[in-house]
Protein backbone atom coordinates (compact mmCIF):
# COMPACT_ATOMS: atom_id res chain seq x y z
CA UNK A 1 0.00 0.00 0.00
CA UNK A 2 1.37 3.88 -0.87
CA UNK A 3 2.17 5.09 2.03
CA UNK A 4 3.83 8.21 3.77
CA UNK A 5 4.73 7.03 7.51
CA UNK A 6 5.57 9.29 10.18
CA UNK A 7 6.48 8.91 13.83
CA UNK A 8 5.52 9.27 16.44
CA UNK A 9 1.97 10.47 16.03
CA UNK A 10 2.12 12.17 19.53
CA UNK A 11 5.01 13.67 21.32
CA UNK A 12 5.26 15.79 24.73
CA UNK A 13 8.41 17.23 25.39
CA UNK A 14 10.20 19.99 27.22
CA UNK A 15 11.61 22.81 26.03
CA UNK A 16 15.69 22.28 24.61
CA UNK A 17 15.23 18.57 24.40
CA UNK A 18 16.38 17.98 20.67
CA UNK A 19 13.85 15.80 19.15
CA UNK A 20 13.57 14.02 15.76
CA UNK A 21 10.32 13.32 14.05
CA UNK A 22 10.91 10.50 11.46
CA UNK A 23 9.01 10.37 7.31
CA UNK A 24 9.10 7.70 5.12
CA UNK A 25 7.56 7.01 1.83
CA UNK A 26 7.22 3.84 0.32
CA UNK A 27 6.56 5.55 -3.53
CA UNK A 28 9.53 6.17 -4.62
CA UNK A 29 8.62 9.90 -5.15
CA UNK A 30 11.97 12.35 -5.57
CA UNK A 31 9.79 15.31 -3.19
CA UNK A 32 9.39 15.62 0.06
CA UNK A 33 7.58 18.42 2.40
CA UNK A 34 7.25 19.09 5.90
CA UNK A 35 4.47 21.53 7.25
CA UNK A 36 3.08 22.60 9.86
CA UNK A 37 -0.79 22.85 10.88
CA UNK A 38 -1.84 25.63 13.38
CA UNK A 39 -5.67 26.71 13.81
CA UNK A 40 -6.73 30.13 11.81
CA UNK A 41 -2.98 29.73 9.87
CA UNK A 42 -3.81 26.47 7.60
CA UNK A 43 -0.65 24.62 6.36
CA UNK A 44 2.43 26.33 6.43
CA UNK A 45 5.80 24.78 4.73
CA UNK A 46 8.81 24.33 6.31
CA UNK A 47 11.23 22.76 4.60
CA UNK A 48 11.22 20.59 1.34
CA UNK A 49 13.02 18.46 -0.69
CA UNK A 50 13.18 18.20 -4.35
CA UNK A 51 15.78 14.91 -3.78
CA UNK A 52 18.46 13.39 -2.12
CA UNK A 53 20.61 15.85 -0.68
CA UNK A 54 18.96 18.63 -1.87
CA UNK A 55 16.82 20.50 0.26
CA UNK A 56 15.44 23.99 0.93
CA UNK A 57 13.54 26.36 3.06
CA UNK A 58 9.79 27.04 3.05
CA UNK A 59 7.98 29.84 4.50
CA UNK A 60 8.90 28.81 8.22
CA UNK A 61 11.82 27.36 8.49
CA UNK A 62 12.99 28.84 11.89
CA UNK A 63 14.28 26.59 14.62
CA UNK A 64 13.71 23.54 12.13
CA UNK A 65 16.83 21.42 10.17
CA UNK A 66 15.97 18.44 7.42
CA UNK A 67 18.40 16.45 5.97
CA UNK A 68 17.73 13.66 2.94
CA UNK A 69 20.31 10.74 2.93
CA UNK A 70 17.69 8.59 1.16
CA UNK A 71 15.22 9.21 -1.39
CA UNK A 72 12.45 7.37 0.93
CA UNK A 73 13.16 8.93 4.34
CA UNK A 74 13.18 12.94 4.78
CA UNK A 75 13.16 13.30 8.63
CA UNK A 76 12.57 16.86 11.14
CA UNK A 77 15.05 17.27 13.38
CA UNK A 78 14.05 20.10 16.08
CA UNK A 79 17.25 21.06 17.66
CA UNK A 80 15.75 23.13 20.81
CA UNK A 81 12.49 22.81 20.71
CA UNK A 82 10.59 26.26 21.88
CA UNK A 83 6.84 26.23 23.17
CA UNK A 84 6.14 28.27 19.70
CA UNK A 85 6.75 25.04 17.81
CA UNK A 86 3.58 23.25 19.32
CA UNK A 87 1.63 22.24 16.29
CA UNK A 88 0.44 19.15 14.38
CA UNK A 89 3.03 18.14 11.86
CA UNK A 90 2.42 16.67 8.18
CA UNK A 91 4.91 15.04 6.35
CA UNK A 92 3.94 14.88 2.26
CA UNK A 93 5.87 13.38 -0.75
CA UNK A 94 4.71 14.01 -4.53
CA UNK A 95 6.31 12.39 -7.70
CA UNK A 96 8.21 15.46 -8.82
CA UNK A 97 7.26 18.10 -6.91
CA UNK A 98 4.69 21.23 -5.96
CA UNK A 99 2.63 20.71 -9.08
CA UNK A 100 1.85 17.22 -8.50
CA UNK A 101 -0.77 15.63 -5.81
CA UNK A 102 0.70 15.66 -2.75
CA UNK A 103 0.54 12.70 -0.87
CA UNK A 104 0.63 13.11 3.28
CA UNK A 105 1.44 10.89 6.33
CA UNK A 106 -1.75 11.37 9.06
CA UNK A 107 0.48 13.39 11.18
CA UNK A 108 2.55 14.33 14.23
CA UNK A 109 1.30 16.20 17.00
CA UNK A 110 3.86 17.90 19.21
CA UNK A 111 3.63 19.20 22.64
CA UNK A 112 6.50 21.59 24.11
CA UNK A 113 5.99 22.37 27.52
CA UNK B 1 1.48 38.49 -1.44
CA UNK B 2 -0.45 35.36 -1.97
CA UNK B 3 -3.69 35.05 0.27
CA UNK B 4 -6.09 32.54 -0.55
CA UNK B 5 -9.21 32.87 1.47
CA UNK B 6 -11.94 30.00 2.08
CA UNK B 7 -15.45 30.38 2.95
CA UNK B 8 -17.60 29.57 4.99
CA UNK B 9 -15.65 28.53 7.63
CA UNK B 10 -17.96 25.69 8.92
CA UNK B 11 -21.39 24.53 6.87
CA UNK B 12 -23.78 21.91 8.21
CA UNK B 13 -25.88 20.16 5.28
CA UNK B 14 -28.75 17.81 5.72
CA UNK B 15 -28.04 14.65 3.69
CA UNK B 16 -28.88 15.27 -0.12
CA UNK B 17 -28.93 19.45 0.24
CA UNK B 18 -26.18 20.28 -2.34
CA UNK B 19 -24.37 23.51 -1.67
CA UNK B 20 -20.81 24.71 -2.68
CA UNK B 21 -17.49 25.87 -1.09
CA UNK B 22 -15.96 28.65 -2.18
CA UNK B 23 -12.13 29.55 -2.27
CA UNK B 24 -11.05 32.98 -3.42
CA UNK B 25 -7.31 33.46 -4.49
CA UNK B 26 -5.18 36.25 -5.31
CA UNK B 27 -1.91 35.43 -6.83
CA UNK B 28 0.77 36.79 -9.55
CA UNK B 29 0.69 33.25 -12.28
CA UNK B 30 -1.55 30.67 -10.87
CA UNK B 31 -0.05 27.61 -11.61
CA UNK B 32 -2.87 25.12 -10.49
CA UNK B 33 -5.04 24.95 -8.05
CA UNK B 34 -5.68 21.94 -5.66
CA UNK B 35 -8.63 20.92 -3.43
CA UNK B 36 -7.69 18.32 -0.61
CA UNK B 37 -10.31 16.57 1.94
CA UNK B 38 -9.13 15.74 5.79
CA UNK B 39 -10.78 14.02 8.36
CA UNK B 40 -10.19 13.99 11.50
CA UNK B 41 -6.76 12.86 13.15
CA UNK B 42 -5.57 12.54 9.27
CA UNK B 43 -3.24 13.75 6.42
CA UNK B 44 -4.98 15.51 3.62
CA UNK B 45 -6.24 13.76 1.24
CA UNK B 46 -6.10 14.97 -2.86
CA UNK B 47 -9.17 15.72 -4.68
CA UNK B 48 -8.56 17.87 -7.53
CA UNK B 49 -6.07 19.95 -9.27
CA UNK B 50 -7.18 23.04 -11.73
CA UNK B 51 -5.10 24.53 -13.97
CA UNK B 52 -7.00 27.15 -16.06
CA UNK B 53 -9.96 29.41 -15.64
CA UNK B 54 -13.00 27.49 -17.00
CA UNK B 55 -12.01 23.71 -16.21
CA UNK B 56 -13.94 21.92 -14.42
CA UNK B 57 -13.27 18.14 -13.13
CA UNK B 58 -15.93 15.55 -11.27
CA UNK B 59 -15.40 13.03 -8.64
CA UNK B 60 -18.53 11.23 -7.44
CA UNK B 61 -20.76 13.81 -5.71
CA UNK B 62 -17.68 16.63 -6.15
CA UNK B 63 -17.52 19.17 -8.83
CA UNK B 64 -14.99 21.42 -9.07
CA UNK B 65 -14.41 24.58 -10.89
CA UNK B 66 -12.07 27.34 -11.46
CA UNK B 67 -12.34 31.47 -12.57
CA UNK B 68 -9.87 34.07 -12.58
CA UNK B 69 -10.27 34.86 -8.76
CA UNK B 70 -12.02 31.74 -7.19
CA UNK B 71 -13.21 28.28 -7.29
CA UNK B 72 -15.64 26.61 -6.24
CA UNK B 73 -16.33 22.77 -4.81
CA UNK B 74 -19.71 21.93 -5.73
CA UNK B 75 -21.07 19.12 -3.37
CA UNK B 76 -24.34 17.30 -4.65
CA UNK B 77 -26.89 15.66 -2.86
CA UNK B 78 -23.72 15.23 0.21
CA UNK B 79 -24.01 12.00 2.16
CA UNK B 80 -22.79 11.99 5.83
CA UNK B 81 -19.58 10.48 4.90
CA UNK B 82 -18.56 13.68 2.84
CA UNK B 83 -18.37 15.05 6.43
CA UNK B 84 -14.84 16.16 6.26
CA UNK B 85 -12.77 19.82 6.56
CA UNK B 86 -12.11 20.61 2.93
CA UNK B 87 -8.66 22.09 1.81
CA UNK B 88 -7.80 24.89 -0.92
CA UNK B 89 -4.27 25.54 -1.90
CA UNK B 90 -2.88 27.46 -4.76
CA UNK B 91 0.73 26.81 -6.75
CA UNK B 92 2.16 30.25 -7.54
CA UNK B 93 5.73 31.04 -8.70
CA UNK B 94 8.56 32.15 -6.36
CA UNK B 95 11.93 33.11 -6.90
CA UNK B 96 13.69 31.78 -9.86
CA UNK B 97 11.61 28.67 -11.58
CA UNK B 98 10.31 27.69 -8.02
CA UNK B 99 6.80 27.54 -7.31
CA UNK B 100 4.60 28.11 -3.63
CA UNK B 101 2.04 26.50 -2.46
CA UNK B 102 -0.45 28.71 -0.18
CA UNK B 103 -3.06 26.89 1.68
CA UNK B 104 -6.30 28.39 2.96
CA UNK B 105 -7.81 27.52 6.02
CA UNK B 106 -10.25 25.19 5.43
CA UNK B 107 -13.93 24.83 5.05
CA UNK B 108 -15.11 22.25 7.56
CA UNK B 109 -18.41 20.31 6.67
CA UNK B 110 -21.15 18.57 8.39
CA UNK B 111 -23.39 16.39 6.71
CA UNK B 112 -26.23 14.83 8.79
CA UNK B 113 -29.30 12.58 8.25
Known amino acids: EAQVTQNPRYLITVTGKKLTVTCSQN?????MSWYRQDPGLGLRQIYY???????DKGDVPEGYKVSRKEKRNFPLILESPSPNQTSLYFC????????????FGDGTRLSIL | EDQVTQSPEALRLQEGESSSLNCSYT??????LFWYRQDPGKGPEFLFTLYSAGEEKEKERLKATLTKKESFLHITAPKPEDSATYLC??????????????FGTGTRLQVTL
Open chain 1, 49 to 55: SMNVEVT
Open chain 1, 92 to 103: ASSFKGLGQPQH
Open chain 1, 27 to 31: MNHEY
Open chain 2, 89 to 102: AVQAPNTGTASKLT
Open chain 2, 27 to 32: VSGLRG
